[in-house]
């Protein structure tokens, strides 16, 4: 698990005030949330993980604003984007010499989708880089080798959007997949909601984690999410937050994510902005 | 004035950070003085200006750190720096077939040598882009007609390493100049002694504001700064923190700056990273 460092504080405070911002809160409701964010920023364990912070972030926002979904039209907005450049994507991915690896590089590429760290990002952009650039850190000799002795994938969703692109990742997959979203809205995070509208329950198993909190915090999921977690033979898991709450988990997880910000990129070993796919 | 915006928090944040490393202080140190930012942010008047929260900041890192100036080794190395680069630049002012203007806009690119609101930067890159660059706001022609006019220019400095490009452009003024620089060490503003290292008294009279805080608070400054203040025809106020206090004061006035955030950006009506000669 990564801790929170410092360095995330002014990132929590520009987190806290988009989200207010989306979520249509007026400059007295912005300053009433700041000033929750400020106090409670105050009081927060260092050995917390920067999820575990923004969970508490976008609860405040959310008390405050009285919107139990800020982000549900931007995330609406995102999966509507990323299903219309679908077919064009899935037609690269199945003309291609290596399927599993243009599908790989496109399911990071998805993963730019995140109103997080960075609000805004242009999608044609990064599918081209993806395509073409070295990974930072590869593992996908070992995540082939995984996948090859495995006879069933748990995949952790991050964002609405990015789902598209999980989609056409999970189609190249020769083995069963159980796609878990979160219990509830938080952040862009997909839900089942979102993961239904990107098709998901076409391709997989669509099961909720039942925490609504970012990333997977482990005692927050469900017993059903435990049995899973525990039986299956490999995890794919989407994102920094995924990557924060489970860098700890042994070598049966596989870190399919950009590099966001020098939190993580100190973490990994890994630039920010750079691709990564790593064993756990 | 400008207020300070819930926008210029995570600023803060940062510039708490990035000060408390600079002047070497522990992981302890850093969170006591993080803790003691977030305490002082929710307390702060809206009403008040970037600067005076800014001043409050560096305040608590120099208190924490022990430390009269977390900065003079970086200001001497601004200064080295741009006092290297000044026979060059001196002669494409003195080869220029309109002198005042060269100097003018070397003496904005100047202004990139800020530590605050960003750490990194290519000078030589900012140079040349301001050399060619038109101005997001250009009131040369009344500068250059208030020049003709005043009998004294009263010259609000800004950041250490900044002061040899003003010394540049006070070379190629006709009037007898009043540097002013601050009473004490704040953020990498040039004090006396970084003004004397640029050179400055070689060119005009060298003053101290007696305030230690950034940009011009005017209610803190000595009765002689306030004499010159009303006396003078001509000011002119480099960078964003003399913009954010004197935003309001009459057309006697020039700012010349680089528009480095947001806020400013939007007052000013100038985008982010653009070059401004801007009348009161």
């Known amino acids: 698990m990564i801790k929170t460092y410092l360095g995330c504080y002014p990132c929590f405070l520009r987190q806290a005030l988009d989200a207010a911002r989306l979520a249509g809160a007026s400059d007295e409701q912005q300053k009433t949330i700041l000033d929750r964010v400020l106090e409670m920023l105050t009081q927060i364990a260092l050995s917390s993980t920067p999820p575990e912070i923004g969970d508490r972030v976008h609860r405040i926002v959310r008390q405050e604003v009285g919107h139990r979904d800020p982000y549900r039209e931007a995330k609406e907005t995102s999966t509507r984007q990323a299903l219309a450049l679908y077919p064009r994507l899935r037609k690269c991915v199945q003309e291609a010499d290596d399927p599993l690896d243009v599908a790989v590089r496109l399911s990071i590429a998805g993963n730019i989708i995140d109103l997080g760290p960075h609000q805004q990002y242009d999608l044609w952009d990064v599918i081209e880089r993806v395509l073409t650039q070295p990974f930072a850190i590869d593992d996908r000799t070992a995540f082939r080798e995984a996948l090859g002795m495995a006879d069933r ?7 609405a959007g990015e789902t598209v692109f999980d989609r056409l990742l999970i189609e190249v997959l020769q083995v069963p997949v159980v796609y878990t979203v979160k ?98």
């Open 153 to 159: 994938v748990l995949y952790l969703a991050d964002n």
């Open 183 to 280: 219990g509830g809205p938080v952040l862009n995070d997909a839900t089942r909601e979102d993961a239904l509208a990107a098709g998901l329950d076409q391709v997989a198993q669509v099961v909720e984690t039942r925490s609504d909190a970012p990333g997977t915090i482990l005692d927050r999921c469900s017993d059903e999410f435990w049995r899973l977690y525990n039986e299956v033979g490999v995890i794919v898991a989407k994102g920094q937050a995924n990557y924060e709450t489970l860098s700890h988990v042994g070598p049966k997880v596989f870190f399919l994510l950009q590099v966001k910000c020098p939190v993580i990129a100190r973490d990994a070993g890994a630039g920010v902005g750079s691709f990564v796919l790593k064993q756990g």
